[in-house]
């Protein structure tokens, strides 16, 4: 009876995985291609809103939080290099102008994915100063694979001491 039960249990939890997989890969995309969530129009992007090109890269706010916004486009991320501070947290706002792909920080387990229609936002705190690739994670085409960023994580008083300009972007070497 209790050897029963628990495949049940191993059964329904197998489903639940599956089902929040499904969420995220079938239905959360349809749902954003269809309006919801009223996300940015990825045909629009450079041309106003949130994610126009002067308004990419790293920016701080009143408070002094981060916050990087990036978009996705076959093949390129843009900007190319970005340029935060080591030891402190990080959000990351971005979307896709066409499909999904997927930034993954080489060396470490952060990755985003970018859905067109949507912004996926999640915040991450780099501990160590030093250059990661910004490989793209999803099949996005032909050119998926050339698909790369960069992103430089300076010391803090060495981030603070950049001009405002060098600190939403970098030059990718
Ligand atoms: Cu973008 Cu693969």
Known sequence: ?????GGIAAI??????????????VD?????????G?????????LSGEFVESNLGTA????GSLTVRMIAQQYVFVPQCIAIPAGVPVRFRITSAD???????????????????AVTEASFTFLKPGE????CNEFCGPGHYAMRGQLEVAPRDQFSSLHPEERRTCESR
């Open 132 to 135: 990661f690739k910004i490989p």
């Open 99 to 117: 499909g999904v792909h997927m930034l993954s920080f080489l060396g470490t387990d952060y990755g985003l994915k970018a859905v067109p229609g």
């Open 28 to 36: 959360l995309p349809i749902w954003h291609f269809l309006g919801g």
């Open 1 to 5: 009876m209790k050897k029963k039960i």
């Open 38 to 46: 009223k996300g940015p129009d990825p045909a629009t992007l450079h």
């Open 12 to 25: 329904m939890l197998l489903g639940l995985v599956l089902l929040s997989i499904r969420y995220y890969e």
């Open 60 to 63: 701080e706010d009143a408070e």
